[in-house]
């Protein structure tokens, strides 16, 4: 892997750079969750300033790569919007930032899989485990939130229009989670299919 670190300009900025931050990332929400300090101060904003960043650079580093993928495009866009607002209007102990901090936890988990996946293309083991932690941290252990931001649970009247937004950037990255769900499911059943052929 790291012999490729300067031979592959598009692979390092794609797969290598996002592969270390969630390594480090990974690694501190775990930290934070298993000592129970998750929804502290410091370590919220030190959640929301690393998905700014690092969403800000996936949306340029698409953008120049996979332009033609609005869907993507979109995708990473809300997923800047969300902790913009958080930063800006930081308000501790409120429901939609300790559930805007966790969901980034849980959303992010399985992302590492999706970049290895990439980089060592024939090994399908990485393929099998991407999907199952997907499914598991965006659709599964998201779908709780998601029931809570649909029923308005969120909602803070003092903070209301940060509070409507991040809600309904919850709802509407869930959804569009289902459909990267079918786009997973769709190319291993055809990988399947034609392997069986």
């Not at 790291?2 to 931050?21: A, E, G, M």
């Not at 988990?109 to 932690?133: D, G, P």
């Not at 990255?173 to 289902?178: A, S």
């Amino acid at each position: 892997m790291f012999l490729r670190l300067f031979s592959n300009v598009k692979q390092d900025l794609l797969y290598f750079y996002p592969i270390v931050f969630y390594i480090w990332f990974n690694s501190f929400n775990a930290y934070s969750w298993y000592s129970g300090n998750i929804d502290a101060v410091s370590n919220q904003q030190i959640i929301l300033r690393s998905m700014f960043a690092f969403e800000t650079y996936n949306l340029v580093v698409d953008g120049y790569y996979n332009s033609k993928n609005k869907l993507l495009m979109y995708h990473h866009i809300g997923a800047i919007i969300s902790p913009a607002i958080g930063l800006l209007y930081y308000q501790p102990e409120t429901k939609y930032i300790n559930a805007l901090v966790q969901l980034a936890t849980i959303n992010m988990s399985s992302n590492i899989f999706l970049c290895f996946q990439f980089y060592w293309k024939n090994v399908y083991a990485l393929k099998i485990i991407f999907a199952l932690t997907f499914f598991y941290c965006r659709l599964y252990k998201m779908f709780p939130y998601v029931v809570v931001a649909g029923r308005g649970g969120y909602i803070c009247d003092v903070y209301f229009w940060q509070s409507s937004i991040i809600t309904s950037t919850i709802i509407q990255l869930y959804f569009i989670n289902w459909y990267w769900a079918s786009m997973i499911l769709k190319k291993m059943c055809y990988k399947s299919i034609k392997k069986n052929t």
